[in-house]
């Protein structure tokens, strides 16, 4: 291995301890916290890196929120999707499906509601953004496949009924009014809106 590879290996391993030292500090102080209260300094004092640094890996505290919860989502979408796998009724397995992100989305309210409108309002080009959205695309996509288990339901109207859902689900989060809501009646006002979209 010339030494030059060997510069570059090592290069990429500081940037990643670095990542995930910025990862394990906001993940943290986000959590005992609330994005809301925490700072970008103490987030970087915590990493024991400097706030110029924290900069080159996330432009904003919405950007770190992002980079914390994506995989949290992912997780969830993982889950959903397994636990649907073994539900009959199409309501009910596209609410397994659901209820793993609502979940993880209540971990921590304020939280879980940043998330979505750093998600819905931050620039799309920028990678966690991007992330965040394509973990939105896979959530229709999974909840389409369940609703194609309906024969009933045209393939065209599966994705568009699929991206109805999401908005439900994303609208049930989200909204001011709900915020005292624990997951089960946010699942169950998600199951009331949606059981009103499908064939009967």
């Known amino acids: 291995m010339s030494v030059a590879s060997q510069s570059v290996g090592r290069r990429e391993r500081n940037k990643q301890e670095k990542l995930d030292r910025i990862v394990a500090a906001a993940s943290e102080l986000f959590a005992e916290h ?92 920028e990678p966690r953004h991007g992330a965040a959205l394509a973990i939105v695309a896979q959530t229709e996509e999974a909840v389409a496949a369940v609703l194609r288990r309906d024969e009933r339901v045209a393939e065209g109207d599966a994705a568009t009924l699929a991206h109805i859902v999401s908005a439900v689900m994303f609208l049930s989060m989200a909204a001011s009014v709900n915020i005292a809501l624990s997951v089960e009646e946010i699942v169950q006002d998600i199951r009331r809106q949606v059981d009103v979209l499908l064939p009967r």
């Open 34 to 125: 609330g994005v809301d209260e925490v700072t970008t300094q103490q987030i970087a004092d915590q990493a024991d890196i400097g706030t110029g640094t924290l900069f080159l890996y996330a432009k904003t505290k919405g950007e770190l929120l992002l980079l914390v919860q994506n995989a949290k989502y992912v997780e969830a979408l993982e889950q959903g999707r397994a636990d649907a796998e073994t539900v009959p009724g199409v309501l009910d397995a596209v609410l397994a499906i659901l209820r793993p992100i609502v979940e993880c989305n209540r971990i921590q309210i304020d939280n879980g509601r940043t998330y979505l409108r750093e998600m819905v309002f931050g620039d799309p080009e």
